[in-house]
């Protein structure tokens, strides 16, 4: 099995940088964060469709998840990837009035997203349904199918989002 190793980088503040180190094609590897220790979660980018770092290049488009809360956000978004179908990835970990930038190379068209907040929030959707998992880091193909069977699955409600190609486009979740 070849393993990719790469580094991902989120601005969380102007002060803080978290740095989260994602293996790619299966391999799991933990979060190097505290919050995601104690809400027994593991976060950690898992997309094929990322790019190396969180500051995407000048062509490139880039999925912006802004939290808007004061409570730490975990996002999880689906796309489509051509003969897996809609792929399903998550968790990302945004802390309260932060944002984390996606690369996705030259993608456009639609996205879901999707989010749980540490206060109990949740930020669904009706405009299609994908699988999820829960507690761990996950990478999903033809989500939007699956019988969502595997230990930890759900499948939850997304909300659209239309990327632009070449663009940095910014979803908000907001304190509801």
């Known amino acids: 099995m070849v393993t990719r190793k790469a580094a991902l980088t989120f601005g ?8 989260l180190t994602a293996f790619i094609f299966g391999e799991q590897q933990p979060a190097k964060a505290d919050i995601c220790d104690r809400f027994d979660i593991t976060c950690r980018p898992s997309s094929p469709a990322l790019g190396r770092s969180g500051t995407a290049p000048a062509s490139s488009t880039t999925l912006r998840l802004c939290n808007q809360t004061p ?25 309260g ?19 749980e907040g540490s206060n109990g929030g949740r930020w669904s959707g009706r405009d299609a349904n994908f699988c999820i998992t829960r507690g761990n880091a996950f990478n999903i193909a033809n989500s939007d199918r699956s019988s969502c069977n ?27």
């Open 71 to 95: 409570s730490t956000v975990y996002a999880a978004y689906s796309f489509w990837a051509g003969n897996e179908g809609w792929r399903s990835a998550g968790w990302y970990q945004i802390q």
């Open 12 to 19: 969380l503040s102007s002060i803080a940088v978290l740095t």
């Open 150 to 176: 595997d230990s930890g699955q759900a499948r939850v409600g997304m909300t659209r989002f239309r990327l632009n190609r070449g663009a940095t486009n910014t979803y908000n979740f907001r304190v509801q």
């Open 97 to 115: 009035q932060n944002c984390s930038n996606l690369s996705l190379g030259s993608y456009s068209g639609d996205t879901y997203v999707y989010a």
